[in-house]
């Protein structure tokens, strides 16, 4: 029986299907939000300008404030509440370490611009074959 399902979600619509499979699939489960907000690289993404910040752990917070916030409407549109949880780092790594808490862990295929696809890598995959659980990548 899954009775703990990790959700990563980032912006994306991906995601956001990821948490409604989530929902449906395991309506009984406790359901956690996992946003990683990735560190600093030379693609000079949305990390950069939180590296700026005097108070990490609160800029992170804030930059996962909207996505959970999204994660909310989906999850009040079953009635269900949800956790949440922030982290910083690289997100299939941190995804992976984190998911050894769950009996589940369900992502979407894919986040993000292309450009931080590829420059990035899929976490999708990532997360798929190094997971110590097992792992639905919703579409």
Do not use: C
């Not at 590296?51 to 009635?79: K, N, P, S």
């Amino acid at each position: 029986m899954i009775a703990r399902v990790l959700v990563p979600m980032d912006d994306s619509e991906m995601a956001d299907h990821a948490l409604e499979y989530a929902l449906e699939a395991h309506p009984d489960a406790e359901i956690t939000v996992l946003h990683v907000v990735g560190g600093p690289s030379p693609m000079m993404g949305k990390a950069m300008g939180l590296a700026l910040e005097d108070d990490l752990e609160e800029a992170a917070e804030e930059h996962a404030a909207q996505v959970f916030e999204r994660a909310r409407e989906i999850a009040g549109t079953h009635e269900t509440e949800i956790r949440t949880d922030v982290a910083w780092g690289t997100p299939a790594k941190v995804i992976v370490n984190r998911a050894t808490d769950f009996d589940t862990v369900v992502l979407g295929s894919h986040g993000g611009t292309l450009a931080e696809r590829l420059f990035v890598g899929d976490v999708a995959q990532k997360v798929f074959r190094h997971s110590p659980v097992p792992v639905t990548v919703v579409r």
